[in-house]
C-alpha cells in the first residue's frame, strides 16, 4: 500500500473517530435534553392536575361519584392533558399503602392498568420526600415512562402518569439517521479530500523518491528541481549534493577498483610466471598459496599443500626458521638469507630466502610469505667464475714465476758447470743447488695451488703465516715493476677459521690491484692486527687511487676501472670475504692510494683445531 493511500486512511480514520465520539455525545446530550424536557413536562402537568384537585377540597371522599362526573375538574383537566400530550396513556391518583399492595379502593382516580405495585409503592414512598420521580416502564415488549408526583395540597396521595415512548425513540432515532447520513457525507468528503491533499503534499517526496531510486541504480547525473523553501525542498537540497558527492566518489572507488583489479592481475601475473618459489603460510605454518614455480623447485602440487603444514626445513635449521620468525615479530626487517630446504624427494638444494610478514589493517600479522631462489646455477657459475679469475691470475703470474725460477736456474747451470769443469764434488757448492731446488719447489707448488682445484674445507690457520707464503709468490712480480713490499704485523696470534686456498687468492688478488695501480712503481704496506676478537689485515699501496662515485660500485659483476680487466676479481673476493664471515672496506684517495681493510672473526678458544665444513656454500647456508 503506498504512502499515499495509508495518509489517506490515517486521516479518514482520525476523522471518524473524533466523529463518532462527537456523534456519540451529541446524542448524549440530545437524549439527556429530552428526558429534561419531558420530566419538566410530566412534572408541568402532574402539578396542574394536582391543582384541579385542590380546588375540591372534599373530593376524596366522593371520589367514587365524580370519577364519572363529566364536570369534575380534574376529568376536564384530564381530558385537556390527553389532548396536550397525546402520548399519555394514563394517570392514576393513589395512596400508598406500608404494605406494598395496592388495590383497587386505592385508586381514587383515573386507572391502574400498567400495574407494578411494589415499584410503584417504592417509587410513591420516595416522592413524599423528593416530590417527583421517574422510571421507566416496559410493558408488552414497549417502553414506556411513569412519572410520580405529590405536594403538600396533594399529600398522602400521588399523581401517577404513563407516557408512551415510541414517538420519542422514533425521534431518537431520525436524529441518529441523520446524524450517520452527515456523518458519512463529511467522511466521504474528508477521504476523498485527504487522498488528494496527500498526493499534493506527497509531490516533493515522490519526486525526492525517484531520485533515491536513480542513486541506488547508479544513476547521478539528474538533479531534483526544488519549487520551495520549505523541509521538503531543504530535503531535495541535500539529496542532491548527496547524489553529486556519491557520484564523485563513485567515480574514485571505480578508479581504485580498476587499479586494484589491474594491481592484483599484474601481482597474480608476477607470482605465476616469476622463477623464483614464492609460497604463503599462516601462523600455523598451514599453506595459503603457492606458485608454479615453487611446484617446479620443491615437487609438491598446489592440491597437494593447501591447507596441510609441509616441512621445507630440514631438521638442523629448524632452529634458525625459529629465530627468523621471531625477528619478524618483533618488526625487523632481515635480507635474504642463503640457506638450504628440502624437496618433496628429500633432495637438500641450496637456496636464498626471503621471509615478510603479511599484515592486515591493524598492523597485525596474519600470514609469512617467502621467496625462495634456487641457488645451484649460480654456486655453479661462482665456482666456474673463480677458476677462470685462478686462471687469469696464474697466467698473468707465469712471468714472474718464470722469472723467479731463472734465477736459481742458472746458479744451479753455473755450479754444476763448474763441477763439470773440475771433474769434483764440492758439498757446499751441493748444499746450495738443493736450496735452489727448494726453492723452486716452493714457488712452482704454491703455483699449483691457484691452478689445482681444491676442496672447500675450512681450518684453522694463522693469518700471517698465509700472507708471508703469497709475497713470497708474488714478490717476484712485484720486482718487475719495481714495487716493493713493506709489511708489520703483530706479535700476537691471528688464528682463524679459514679456506687457506681461497684467503691466498683474495690476497693474490689485491696485492696484483695494488701493483697494477701504481705503473712506474711504488710500496705496498701491509698491517696485520688482532683486536676485540677480531683480525684486521689492511694493504696500502701507493697508486693512481679510486674515484669516489666508483668505489660503491667495486664488486659488481663486470664492473672494473681497468681497460683489461674482467670486473670479476673483486666480486669474488668480497664474496669469499664474507663467506667466512668478515668484511671488506675500500678507502681510496686520487693521486694518493687506496687501503682495503679485510675484518675477520678471530678463532676462539677451544676451536684451535678448525671449522670443518662440507663446502663453502653450506657454509654460507649455516651463516645465513
Not at 485527504?194 to 509531490?203: E, N, P, T, V
Not at 614455480?293 to 616441512?311: D, H, K, P, R
Not at 723467479?404 to 751441493?430: A, S, V, Y
Request: charge should be negative; proline fraction near 3%; hydrophobic fraction near 40%.
Amino acid at each position: 500500500m503506498s504512502f499515499k493511500a495509508k495518509f489517506s486512511i490515517y486521516i479518514f480514520m482520525i476523522v471518524l473517530a473524533m466523529f463518532i465520539l462527537i456523534v456519540i455525545l451529541d446524542q448524549y446530550a440530545a437524549l439527556r435534553n429530552m428526558n429534561q424536557d419531558m420530566e419538566e413536562v410530566m412534572e408541568q402537568a402532574s402539578a396542574k392536575l394536582s391543582d384541579s384537585f385542590d380546588q375540591h377540597p372534599g373530593w376524596t371522599s366522593d371520589a367514587a361519584a365524580l370519577r364519572d362526573d363529566p364536570e369534575f375538574e380534574p376529568n376536564e383537566m384530564q381530558d385537556l392533558l390527553k389532548k396536550l400530550y397525546p402520548d399519555l396513556e394514563e394517570v392514576t391518583v393513589f395512596r400508598p399503602d406500608s404494605t406494598g399492595i395496592m388495590s383497587e379502593d386505592k385508586v381514587l382516580f383515573g386507572t391502574y392498568t400498567f400495574k407494578d405495585e411494589a415499584k410503584d409503592m417504592a417509587y410513591a414512598a420516595q416522592v413524599a420526600e423528593k416530590g417527583f420521580q421517574v422510571r421507566e416502564v416496559n410493558w408488552n415488549g414497549k417502553e414506556y415512562i411513569k412519572s410520580y408526583y405529590s405536594d403538600a395540597s396533594l399529600a398522602p396521595y400521588v399523581i401517577g402518569m404513563v407516557y408512551d415512548c415510541e414517538e420519542y425513540n422514533q425521534i431518537m432515532s431520525m436524529k441518529r439517521m441523520d446524524a450517520m447520513t452527515y456523518a458519512g457525507v463529511i467522511l466521504l468528503f474528508v477521504l476523498i479530500s485527504s487522498y488528494l491533499l496527500a498526493g499534493f503534499m506527497l509531490r516533493p517526496l515522490n519526486a525526492i523518491l525517484w531520485k533515491v531510486n536513480e542513486v541506488s541504480l547508479g544513476r547521478f547525473q539528474t538533479a531534483i528541481k526544488v519549487r520551495g523553501k520549505d523541509e521538503f525542498g531543504l530535503l531535495a537540497l541535500k539529496i542532491n549534493a548527496m547524489s553529486q558527492n556519491l557520484s564523485i566518489y563513485m567515480e574514485k572507488l571505480r578508479q581504485a577498483f580498476e587499479d586494484n583489479r589491474q594491481m592484483k592481475e599484474y601481482l597474480q601475473s608476477f607470482i605465476d610466471h616469476t622463477s623464483d618459489a614464492i609460497h604463503v603460510v599462516d601462523l600455523q605454518g598451514k599453506f595459503i598459496q603457492v606458485n608454479k614455480a615453487f611446484e617446479q623447485l620443491f615437487g609438491y602440487t598446489s592440491e597437494e599443500v593447501f591447507g596441510a603444514e609441509i616441512e621445507l626445513v630440514p631438521d638442523t635449521h629448524r632452529g634458525e626458521m625459529r629465530l627468523i620468525i621471531n625477528s619478524l615479530q618483533e618488526g625487523k626487517v632481515l635480507p635474504a638469507q642463503e640457506t638450504i630446504r628440502m624437496t618433496k624427494s628429500g633432495e637438500i638444494i641450496p637456496v636464498s630466502v626471503t621471509i615478510s610478514p603479511i599484515r592486515d589493517t591493524e598492523g597485525v600479522i596474519q600470514a609469512f610469505a617467502s621467496i625462495t631462489r634456487d641457488m645451484r646455477s649460480r654456486n655453479r657459475m661462482e665456482e666456474l667464475l673463480r677458476r677462470s679469475e685462478k686462471l687469469t691470475t696464474v697466467g698473468q703470474l707465469a712471468a714472474g714465476v718464470a722469472h723467479e725460477i731463472r734465477n736459481p736456474l742458472t746458479t744451479l747451470r753455473g755450479f754444476l758447470q763448474l763441477q763439470q769443469h773440475t771433474g769434483k764434488m764440492n758439498l757446499e757448492h751441493t748444499g746450495l743447488m738443493l736450496s735452489e731446488l727448494d726453492r723452486i719447489n716452493l714457488i712452482v707448488g704454491e703455483f699449483l695451488i691457484l691452478a689445482k682445484p681444491q676442496a672447500t674445507r675450512f681450518a684453522t690457520r694463522d693469518v700471517r703465516d698465509v700472507f708471508r707464503s703469497v709475497l713470497s709468490l708474488i714478490d717476484s712480480e712485484g720486482h718487475l715493476h719495481n714495487v716493493t713490499f713493506t709489511t708489520s704485523f703483530t706479535e700476537a696470534p691471528c688464528l682463524v677459521s679459514c679456506e687457506e686456498n681461497q684467503l691466498k687468492q683474495v690476497f693474490i688478488n689485491l696485492l696484483k690491484n695494488g701493483i697494477e695501480a701504481m705503473p712506474s712503481g711504488g710500496r705496498i704496506h701491509t698491517h696485520i692486527a688482532s683486536k676485540n676478537d677480531q683480525i684486521t689485515i689492511s694493504i696500502t699501496d701507493e697508486g693512481i687511487g679510486i674515484p669516489d662515485d666508483m668505489i660503491p660500485k667495486i664488486g659488481n659483476p663486470f664492473f672494473t676501472g681497468k681497460e683489461s680487466g674482467t670486473g670479476l676479481g673483486m666480486m669474488i673476493s668480497q664474496r669469499i670475504i664474507h663467506s667466512h664471515q668478515g668484511l671488506m672496506e675500500i678507502k681510496s684517495q686520487v693521486n694518493v692510494g687506496t687501503t682495503i681493510i679485510i675484518t675477520l672473526p678471530a678463532l676462539k678458544e677451544g676451536n684451535a683445531n678448525g671449522i670443518l665444513v662440507e663446502g663453502l656454500d653450506k657454509h654460507s647456508a649455516n651463516v645465513g
